[in-house]
């Protein structure tokens, strides 16, 4: 394979010289950063949709988007760059090089719901309201954004030699994103690795809880409902895909996944609340 081939072999798909960059006037554009920012305009443009549909003021959430925005892009960096800390710790200047990736959504999203919270206080507005408007919007920027890692040739999982295979050059990727596992597997004499592609798996279910949020809209029992289904559906998904990935994060000094206990907490917590406040609403008189 060429260094900038991505093939899904089983799939018959052969994709040559993908570029992680383009040009405009001698200045070079990460496709990772422009789908990113894609995926960003995408979930502002659902929730002022969402907002308009609910009698809602959609320039409410216009402006909410250029705080969640800039502090959501430090949170994840900043989640990224704790539990990635052996690596930064002798490459300080490495983390503020974006373009080489390293953006941890779940950095992202609690650095939104911080800001969301501070905005709705200061605003006057009701944080649950707009948490439900904004989920659909946020959950499809994600399936977008997945795909700024495909451009990166980043976040596919161990070895799989199965129907959605995706094969690699070696020189295309992060060394310390190959496993051991990875590399026993390379076929002698070849230059390419085969994995399975997490990417794609989350933004497929991704997609799949965002279309459950739109069907849900208009069944939710309380404001801040559809927060706790983006949260379960989410951390389900997440949970059992990051079991694959071999870029996962780690709590310092284990070998336990961090996005996944989070993932977990999210399930359980989201469904107990759920429970709990559905509970309360039916014993309460009418």
């Given at each position: 394979m060429n260094a900038g081939d991505i093939a899904f072999p089983n799939l018959g798909i052969y994709l040559k010289d993908v570029p992680k960059f383009f040009s405009i006037f001698g200045f070079e554009i990460a496709f990772y950063g422009l789908l990113i920012g894609l995926g960003v305009l995408s979930g502002i443009v659902m929730a002022a949709h969402v907002a308009k549909a609910t009698g809602q003021n959609p320039d409410d959430y216009w402006d909410f988007a250029i705080y969640a925005v800039i502090f959501s892009i430090v949170g994840a960096r900043i989640y990224y760059v704790?539990?990635?800390?052996?690596?930064?710790?002798?490459?300080?200047?490495?983390?503020?090089?974006?373009?080489?990736?390293?953006?941890?959504?779940?950095?992202?999203?609690?650095?939104?719901?911080?800001?969301?919270?501070?905005?709705?206080?200061?605003?006057?507005?009701?944080?649950?309201?707009?948490?439900?408007?904004?989920?659909?919007?946020?959950?499809?920027?994600?399936?977008?954004?997945?795909?700024?890692?495909?451009?990166?040739?980043?976040?596919?999982?161990?070895?799989?030699?199965?129907?959605?295979?995706?094969?690699?050059p070696v020189e295309a990727v992060r060394a310390r994103d190959i496993s051991e596992n990875i590399a026993a597997h390379i076929p002698e004499g070849a230059n390419y690795i085969n994995v399975h592609p997490t990417f794609l798996y989350e933004s497929v279910w991704n997609l799949l809880v965002f279309s459950a949020l739109l069907a849900?809209?208009?069944?939710?029992?309380?404001?801040?409902?559809?927060?706790?289904?983006?949260?379960?559906?989410?951390?389900?998904?997440?949970?059992?895909?990051?079991?694959?990935?071999?870029?996962?994060?780690?709590?310092?000094?284990?070998?336990?996944?961090?996005?996944?206990?989070?993932?977990?907490?999210?399930?359980?917590?989201?469904?107990?609340?759920?429970?709990?406040?559905?509970?309360?609403?039916?014993?309460?008189?009418?």
């Amino acid at each position: 394979m060429n260094a900038g081939d991505i093939a899904f072999p089983n799939l018959g798909i052969y994709l040559k010289d993908v570029p992680k960059f383009f040009s405009i006037f001698g200045f070079e554009i990460a496709f990772y950063g422009l789908l990113i920012g894609l995926g960003v305009l995408s979930g502002i443009v659902m929730a002022a949709h969402v907002a308009k549909a609910t009698g809602q003021n959609p320039d409410d959430y216009w402006d909410f988007a250029i705080y969640a925005v800039i502090f959501s892009i430090v949170g994840a960096r900043i989640y990224y760059v704790v539990f990635s800390w052996d690596y930064y710790k002798d490459n300080l200047l490495g983390i503020f090089q974006l373009r080489n990736g390293g953006l941890a959504i779940y950095g992202g999203v609690i650095a939104a719901f911080v800001t969301l919270f501070v905005y709705c206080r200061v605003k006057k507005q009701n944080p649950l309201l707009m948490g439900d408007t904004c989920m659909p919007g946020l959950i499809l920027g994600q399936a977008i954004g997945r795909w700024g890692n495909f451009m990166n040739r980043e976040v596919f999982g161990e070895y799989y030699a199965g129907l959605f295979s995706m094969q690699l050059p070696v020189e295309a990727v992060r060394a310390r994103d190959i496993s051991e596992n990875i590399a026993a597997h390379i076929p002698e004499g070849a230059n390419y690795i085969n994995v399975h592609p997490t990417f794609l798996y989350e933004s497929v279910w991704n997609l799949l809880v965002f279309s459950a949020l739109l069907a849900f809209r208009k069944h939710k029992k309380f404001n801040g409902e559809m927060c706790l289904l983006y949260f379960g559906g989410y951390g389900l998904g997440r949970f059992v895909i990051e079991g694959i990935r071999t870029d996962t994060l780690f709590l310092p000094g284990t070998t336990i996944s961090v996005s996944q206990v989070l993932a977990l907490v999210m399930v359980i917590a989201s469904a107990a609340v759920d429970l709990a406040v559905r509970m309360k609403m039916r014993r309460q008189p009418d």
